[in-house]
């Protein structure tokens, strides 16, 4: 189980590794990965599920981000990256201002997609985006979902996958993030904003890493459309005006949903969230509800 009984012994063994004490070691989140702040170093640590080689892809994608001058976070070069400690992948990263006072706004987040679609095809294997098996495959491994939801969810997915195997994308394929965020954008000290998390980068339709800023807006951000506007005038192009959009926004829901009911626990306040996420597509919630951030 990935918890955090289970990390902080990796995160000590990575600490003696560095010749630094991980006393005061912090954690910061433990969903996907663990990630722990120590001094001036962020560390993050895969499940052991993922294994290295998604891990070195990571590793890749951010040194030719580098190169390339693009804003991003930076591995530290205290180590060869990635590390294998315990069977978890690790990569030690410099810390950067998480901006809690002064947020990423989806206007900044706009300049930078703007900019990461403008780059060429990077020299790294990267996998192609396939939400449709990704979605299967974490309804399939789900535990806290009752047979009645997955059928609802299966059925939902069938008919978003008729639709996504038909759609035209005027925009094209490139890298893509795959989850941009205001969330996953953090600040240098000099106040510039950086994209952040590279394990979901992928070759697929730029209009995927759009969908996804429009569904944090209306599901997360009280500003809702005013703040997908800011990011539509930064980013230079209207996805709404592409007819396609609505459900390629709803297929990046579905697959919320079910990477995040794959990842909870019966009896949290992660799985109590899922299933009133699923309660809100039964009620076919045509004005979105909030979500709680997981």
């Not at 902080?8 to 722990?36: F, K, M, Q, W």
């Not at 976070?73 to 294998?84: G, H, K, T």
Request: proline letters at 6%; hydrophobic letters at 45%.
């Amino acid at each position: 189980m990935f918890i955090e009984a289970r990390t902080r012994p990796v995160l000590a063994e990575v600490c003696r590794h560095l010749g630094i004490s991980d006393a005061d070691a912090s954690l910061l989140r433990h969903h996907t990965n663990a990630v722990y702040a120590v001094g001036d170093l962020v560390i993050k640590i895969a499940p052991e599920e993922f294994g290295p080689d998604r891990t070195r892809v990571v590793v890749a994608v951010v040194q030719w981000l580098s190169e390339r001058q693009f804003p991003t976070v930076s591995l530290s070069a205290r180590v060869p990256q990635p590390l294998l400690v315990g069977g978890h992948a690790v990569t030690v990263w410099e810390r950067l201002d998480p901006a809690h006072d002064e947020p990423v706004t989806t206007s900044e987040l706009g300049t930078l997609l703007r900019e990461l679609h403008a780059l060429p095809d990077p020299p790294v294997s990267l996998p192609r985006l396939q939400p449709i098996d990704n979605v299967r495959r974490s309804l399939d491994k789900a535990t806290i979902i009752s047979a009645e939801d997955r059928d609802l969810l299966l059925k939902r997915l069938e008919s978003l996958a008729a639709r996504w195997s038909v759609m035209d994308f005027p925009l094209g394929a490139s890298m893509i993030q795959s989850d941009p965020q205001t969330r996953n954008a953090l600040r240098r000290f000099d106040r510039t904003p950086v994209l952040a998390d590279w394990d979901g980068a992928a070759l697929g339709p730029r209009e995927w890493d759009l969908a996804t800023v429009a569904v944090h807006c209306r599901r997360f951000n009280l500003r809702g459309s005013a703040a997908f506007a800011d990011f539509t005038a930064a980013y230079g192009w209207d996805a709404t005006s592409w007819p396609g959009f609505e459900d390629l926004c709803e297929l990046r829901e579905l697959q919320m949903i079910a990477t995040n009911a794959r990842k909870a626990r019966a009896g949290t306040e992660a799985a109590a969230e899922v299933l009133r996420r699923i309660g809100g597509l039964r009620q076919d919630d045509r004005e979105p509800c909030q979500w709680q951030i997981l």
